[in-house]
């Protein structure tokens, strides 16, 4: 356990998004806190860009910071002193003058195939379902990689939080005959009875730091700093760091289909090795590029091993765009034309204003949130 009498209690402000998955990760941030130290920490919800624009495909709205950016905005100005995110929506370049704080251990980082309730007992597998059965998804990612595994399946965007998608999915005149979402999500909602199936790594890669919770803060901050040091899992730490090096040298975020997997191994008694599998693949599932490569961690210190990670990222993205996944990407960037809706256009345009003029701000107060 820390040590919690070098300094006498705080207050501190832990900032989330709205959602109900949201917040339950941030309970067991806050919980953990609480277990080490006697200070008084308080959660403040908000809504981000992703929350408010919910008609709009994630790909379409553009952002690398969707479910981010206002959580930004109030550590920098101070209305809170730390976040939790879903790491996989955090970019992989953080605003200047802030830091991962921690990683905490990982949940199990694949995707889940989620079938309608009516037909849990028909299908119990991703490869059992008939053509043209609809999936419901809004990740690129998703739709690329199973589109190449099932190209007779149909794939539609579904937005919302888990709560929302699953009433879509289960409502009798929904066209979804199942979804996709991330494992970690529905099991920390305790909806394991929802799960049909884990997808393995042999049918989609998940995407770069799914499962893992990100504690963002200052970096000038070295109390807060201090504070999240023990909530550190470090083999977590490596891989996410290895697959954000990955996807930030391919300039990746949630609109591409960019996939990973990361795996630690004892090295015969040298350390331990380092697995980093990615791949690019194209929207309509017909190329993909995808390789694997490793590097062997000294455990000489926390610092160093965190540079071979990421070392391992980049070397691994390097190898990728060489053999065709640049080009894809390069593809997928020109071609890409967001066509939205006058409503559409005008809300983001109100999103983005708020985002820019952060000072004309209400004050903020705990917030409920809704299922």
């Not at 981010?68 to 953080?94: F, G, M, N, Q, Y």
């Not at 494992?183 to 989609?204: C, F, K, M, S």
């Not at 053999?323 to 809300?347: C, F, H, N, W, Y």
Request: glycine share 8%.
């Amino acid at each position: 356990m820390a040590d919690s009498t070098s300094t006498p209690p705080r207050a501190y402000t832990i900032g989330t998004r709205k959602s109900q998955l949201a917040m339950v990760q941030t309970e067991l941030v806050q919980t953990q806190l609480k277990s080490l130290y006697p200070h008084h920490f308080r959660i403040e919800a908000m809504s981000t860009t992703g929350d408010k624009v919910l008609d709009v495909a994630l790909s379409k709205i553009g952002s690398k910071s969707l479910f981010t950016k206002e959580l930004d905005i109030a550590l920098e100005d101070r209305s809170v002193d730390l976040v939790v995110h879903s790491l996989k929506d955090v970019p992989t370049t953080l605003p200047e003058g802030m830091e991962l704080g921690a990683i905490l251990e990982r949940e199990e980082p694949n995707d889940a195939l989620i079938v309608k309730k009516s037909l849990m007992e028909t299908y119990k597998t991703i490869d059992k379902l008939p053509a043209g059965s609809v999936i419901g998804t809004s990740s690129v990612r998703r739709i690329a990689q199973l589109k190449k595994e099932f190209p007779l399946l149909r794939f539609e965007d579904v937005r919302g939080n888990l709560n929302t998608r699953l009433k879509k999915l289960d409502d009798p005149n929904a066209p979804y005959t199942a979804l996709i979402l991330a494992y970690a999500g529905v099991h920390r909602l305790g909806w394991n009875d929802r799960i049909t199936q884990t997808l393995p790594t042999e049918t989609i890669l998940h995407a770069v730091g799914q499962g893992a919770l990100g504690i963002q803060c200052r970096k000038d901050d070295t109390a807060v700093l201090e504070l999240l040091a023990p909530l550190n899992h470090w083999d977590t730490r490596l891989r996410c760091k290895a697959e954000r090096a990955f996807m930030r040298y391919l300039e990746g975020g949630c609109s591409v289909p960019l996939g990973v997997s990361t795996t630690l191994e004892v090295a015969d008694g040298k350390g331990r090795t380092l697995w980093l599998k990615g791949s690019v693949t194209s929207l309509d599932g017909s190329r993909q590029v995808v390789a694997e490569d490793e590097m062997v961690l000294s455990g000489v210190s926390h610092q160093e091993d965190e540079m071979v990670a990421e070392g391992l990222g980049e070397r691994l993205g390097q190898r990728l765009a060489s053999m065709g996944a640049q080009a894809i990407l390069d593809e997928i960037k020109t071609g890409r034309r967001p066509v939205l809706s006058d409503q559409q256009e005008d809300l983001l345009a109100q999103v983005a204003q708020e985002i820019q003029t952060p000072q004309v701000q209400t004050p903020r107060s705990v917030t409920e949130f809704s299922l």
